[in-house]
């Protein structure tokens, strides 16, 4: 009798062989067919930025950041004003950067597996359509360098903008907080009543309000007319003035926030707006490094340039003299020439 065990076997062979074909067909039907080495791999850089109302950025932390463009401004995850100052340094990354090498073949493995843990996805759109994808990577050996990845393509490339002697990863950050505007309040609501209360300077304290759109001063219990460009260059301090940071729970002031409270504040400002929101801010001292001194050589208790400062939100922040120095005015100074 004649053995089929040699045509069964070949036919297995043969549709083996021709069901990896098809399912090898299907995948690269399916998956990106892009040239590594094309210039496409490495156009990550934008004409027109002016275009652009969105940027995403996350990572595996998990932490995103939605940066959308809302009626000329931008905002941070829909909720706050963005730092123009950061903004703007992101656009110009995004206008700016250019092709500086490729990642040696050697080290592709590495990079790639580094970008995974520790890299930033970033999704550059307008008009709901996205521009770019890609994901911005560690640093190259000499630092003046960055790997970035086109989405759809499997080797990265080290990017720079020429001219610039350094990294580009820190530009691409994903925290909230270093995200939002460090203007202290961004109300546009008008001031209708302010006050501040010194500690240390009774005499110093007063209240401000618009009656009859006429600015009444209040100090000591006695009215009398403002100084009406004292009193406006005060508000212009309410809507300019900044903070340096904000306390975050990983850093040591923020534990002590109820000793802190527990104790007498600086300064207390309060300000009503015309629709009938209160903004507020409380300064208390900030500890001096222990070995600061004096003119005198005699060691600091405070640091005589910041104050730890608490927000109507409850954000607590830092706060610097000089930044508030328009702000924390005097009876004096906005009392009427004689």
């Known amino acids: ?48 930025t002016a275009s652009i109302d969105r940027i995403v950025l996350w990572n595996r932390s998990p932490d995103t950041a939605i940066l959308t463009r809302e009626s ?16 703007e340094v992101l656009l110009e990354t995004l206008y700016r950067v250019r092709l500086r090498g490729f990642a040696p073949d050697a080290a592709t493995a590495n990079i790639l597996s580094a970008m995974s843990v520790y890299g930033t996805h970033v999704d550059v759109s307008t008009g709901g359509r996205i521009l770019k994808s890609f994901t911005v990577g560690t640093e190259t050996p000499d630092m003046l360098g960055t790997y970035f990845l086109r989405d759809g393509f499997g080797r990265p490339v080290a990017v ?31 001031v209708e009543a302010l006050s501040i209360e010194y500690s240390d300077s009774s005499a110093a304290n007063f209240s401000i309000e618009q009656q009859g759109g006429t600015w009444i001063l209040n100090s000591k219990g006695k009215t009398e007319p403002t100084n009406g460009m004292a009193v406006q260059a005060l508000l212009k301090a309410v809507n300019a003035s900044q903070y340096e940071g904000v306390i975050i ?8 926030q109820d000793s802190l409270k527990a104790l007498p504040p600086r300064v207390r400002l309060s300000i009503r707006r015309s629709d009938a929101t209160v903004n507020s801010m409380v300064l208390y001292h900030v500890p001096a490094d222990p070995e600061a001194v004096d003119d005198d050589g005699r060691p600091q208790e405070f640091d005589p340039n910041r104050f730890y400062a608490f927000l109507e939100d409850d954000r607590m922040v830092l706060v610097q003299r000089f930044g508030l120095q328009h702000l924390l005015k005097s009876s004096r100074a906005l009392r009427a020439s004689r």
């Open 249 to 256: 729970p990983s850093d040591l002031a923020y534990s002590r």
């Open 160 to 190: 720079h903008i020429p001219g610039f002697n350094g990294f580009l990863s820190s530009r691409f950050f994903l925290r909230d907080d270093l995200w939002r505007h460090r203007i202290l309040w961004t109300s546009t609501e008008a």
């Open 72 to 87: 000329g401004i931008w905002l941070i995850n829909g909720a706050h004003p963005a730092r123009p100052d950061a903004i």
């Open 1 to 48: 009798m004649k053995s089929t065990f040699k045509p069964f076997f070949r036919l297995s062979v043969v549709l083996g062989l021709a069901l990896l074909a098809l399912v090898a067909f299907l995948i690269l039907r399916e998956s990106p067919s892009n040239d590594d080495l094309s210039p496409e791999a490495y156009d990550f850089a934008l004409a027109d």
